[in-house]
């Protein structure tokens, strides 16, 4: 099982960026899938997570400008990032709780980072 993320990039402030992150391997199921993100000199935090059953949940400071979104059929998550801020600014790293075909419980999975600038 892998996780690719995409979308990263530099952008000014207040401006937008999606990213994406696809599960592609031997998947029997995803119990949940959600955003990290690291700044420098911080703690991975959680950005956004959304679980199986569609619900979400968001960090404080993400509500109202970062919309996470599911597509089930292609195993996919987004991460649709608005009125973006300098602190902002990190590494974004996807997540999933999967079970693989392979094993009887599910596993934690991280994709490779993703690095978001928001700088004028």
């Known amino acids: 099982v892998q996780l690719q993320a995409s979308g990263g990039g530099s952008v000014q402030p207040g401006g937008s960026l999606r990213l994406s992150c696809a599960a592609s391997g031997s998947i029997s199921s995803i119990d949940s899938m959600a955003w990290y993100r690291q700044i420098p000199g911080k703690q991975r935090e959680l950005v956004a997570a959304?679980?199986?059953?569609?619900?979400?949940n968001y960090a404080d400071s993400m509500k109202g400008r970062f919309t996470i979104s599911r597509d089930y059929a292609k195993k996919t998550v987004y991460l649709q990032m608005n009125s973006l801020k300098p602190e902002d600014t990190g590494v974004y790293y996807c997540?999933?709780?999967?079970?693989?075909?392979?094993?009887?419980?599910?596993?934690?999975?991280w994709g490779q980072g993703t690095l978001v600038t928001v700088s004028s």
């Open positions: 997540y999933g709780r999967i079970r693989p075909v392979s094993r009887w419980r599910s596993v934690d999975y």
């Open positions: 959304t679980t199986d059953d569609g619900s979400t």
